[in-house]
């Protein structure tokens, strides 16, 4: 299946193409659920945090998540749009591998159980509650990070990916629209992911809550997405 979703994602999305594959992976590969110990975060975070020098730990997380959560949500938003199907990709079950810059290039799900026919939670919703929320609970007892700044990046990029999918409208993914703010019923009040993006006069969906990485030496912010170009416009 893995295969199979690869062959769905445009060329817009081609560097996450193969953001999750099946196996356990290479020698380094480590399972995602033993970042939960501070000696292992700390040691991930290493290789990714040279460049930096001495900057906020908080500030360098939330820069080292948007590669996890662009390698995460590529395939498994286009499993879920184009095949109608989850990835097995439980936090506690899940392998990542990260690049010679420490970035996070791939996630590896158990061999077992690629097409994910069983033990799924269904839709987005299986995603978020299954992986994104874990996640997003590490990282902010690892280094003290809000979840709202993680949950804005999770947002951000799945909303990116869904429209690059073609899955911007309701008829099109039901799930995506409600779960990343489209429509604005109850349901997409009551979850992170819709409460992250607001949208402008102009339609611009932007953050509500600053991703942090213009602190970083030499990153950019995230130009009309931020918040904080919003305020100065003003």
């Given at each position: ?124 919703a299986g ?15 690892r280094c ?65 809550v600053c ?24």
């Amino acid at each position: 299946m893995i295969d199979e979703i690869a062959a769905r994602v445009p060329a817009s999305l081609e560097t996450y193409r193969h953001g999750v594959a099946v196996g356990p992976g290479g020698a380094t590969a480590l399972p995602v659920a033993a970042l939960r110990d501070p000696g292992v975060f700390e040691t991930t975070l290493s290789t990714f945090g040279a460049g930096y020098g001495a900057v906020d730990r908080r500030v360098l997380v939330s820069y080292w998540s948007q590669f996890y959560l662009a390698a995460l949500a590529t395939p498994a938003l286009t499993a879920l749009a184009c095949l109608g199907r989850p990835l097995p990709l439980a936090f506690d079950t899940t392998r990542l591998e990260l690049d010679d810059a420490g970035r996070p290039a791939r996630l590896l799900v158990p061999a077992e159980t690629p097409d994910c026919r069983s033990g799924c939670a269904s839709g987005l919703a299986g995603l978020v509650e299954g992986h994104l929320r874990p996640f997003v609970d590490m990282c902010h007892a690892r280094c003290g990070i809000a979840p709202r700044v993680l949950w804005g990046n999770a947002a951000v990029i799945l909303d990116y990916v869904a429209g690059e999918l073609g899955c911007a409208g309701e008829p099109t993914c039901p799930a995506a629209a409600t779960r990343l703010g489209w429509r604005g019923d109850l349901a997409c009040g009551r979850n992170p992911l819709a409460q992250a993006l607001c949208a402008d006069a102009s339609g611009c969906r932007r953050r509500r809550v600053c991703c942090l990485r213009h602190r970083l030496p030499g990153v950019p912010s995230c130009g009309a997405l931020c918040p904080l170009e919003r305020a100065t416009e003003r």
